[in-house]
């Protein structure tokens, strides 16, 4: 069982989808933290709602050094094995990247290194590439730039807008964040440069090509 803490702004469906793999049994995991920086996201009062250990913790008037340090501060009392970012919007401290390294993930809804930032769905259509996604991946010190855990994709049709394009995403970001929290719970990986192996041998595991 891993123990996951989780840092969102808004929507929280990403949390949602999380939180019910674990309500379905499907991922070993835990809650055991879930923070906001924004009062009125819908992820801090689903949370409350679910009874899980949820904090506001407001940046608003706080240098970005202040709110990241009360952040800290509060996750070395949660002691979680790995720090989920589910629609943060906040850029992390190197220091603070340094000190999880490999234990915090993010979703983006592009297949990365395609798009990166912000409005990635309309980055997306604008180029006017045939398929696009969603990644699920470490974090490090880049912009959605640290190792791919999984990806999955859509194909983007004449038709779409960011909207309908966004939509279709997310349903794939639903089903990408619990799989690739599977991978963690399960341990069966290792980091090697920028790739993520899954392996489905030790061997392979251990000596990958
Ligand atoms: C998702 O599109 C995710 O890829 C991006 O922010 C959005 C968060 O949505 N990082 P939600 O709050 O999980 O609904």
């Known amino acids: 069982m891993i123990r ?53 913790i407001e940046n608003r008037g706080l240098s970005r050094a202040a709110h990241e340090q009360l952040v800290v501060q509060r996750l070395a009392t949660a002691q979680p094995d790995f720090v989920v970012l589910a ?26 290194p395609a798009f990166p930032g912000v409005d990635a769905q309309a980055q997306a259509l604008a180029h006017g590439v045939k398929v696009s996604g969603c990644t699920v991946h470490f974090v490090d010190e880049g912009l959605d730039a640290g190792p791919i855990l999984l990806q999955r994709t859509v194909t983007v049709l004449d ?26 719970a399960g341990g069966r990986y290792r980091v090697v440069g920028r790739r993520v192996v899954t392996g489905n041998s030790e061997a392979e595991l251990n000596h990958p090509g």
């Open 159 to 184: 038709s779409d807008t960011a909207e309908t394009l966004s939509a279709r995403i997310l349903e794939q970001e639903h089903l990408a964040y619990p799989e690739a929290l599977r991978i963690l």
């Open 87 to 112: 629609g943060y919007m906040r850029l992390l401290s190197a220091e603070f990247v340094a000190a999880y390294r490999n234990r915090i993930v993010n979703i983006h809804p592009s297949v990365l």
């Open 4 to 56: 996951l803490a989780v840092l969102l702004s808004g929507r929280g469906s990403n949390f949602a989808a999380i939180y019910r793999a674990i309500a379905a049994g499907s991922l070993d995991a835990e809650v055991v933290l879930v923070v906001s920086n924004r009062s009125d996201a819908a992820g801090l009062a689903a949370a409350r709602a679910w009874g899980l250990p949820a904090e506001l």
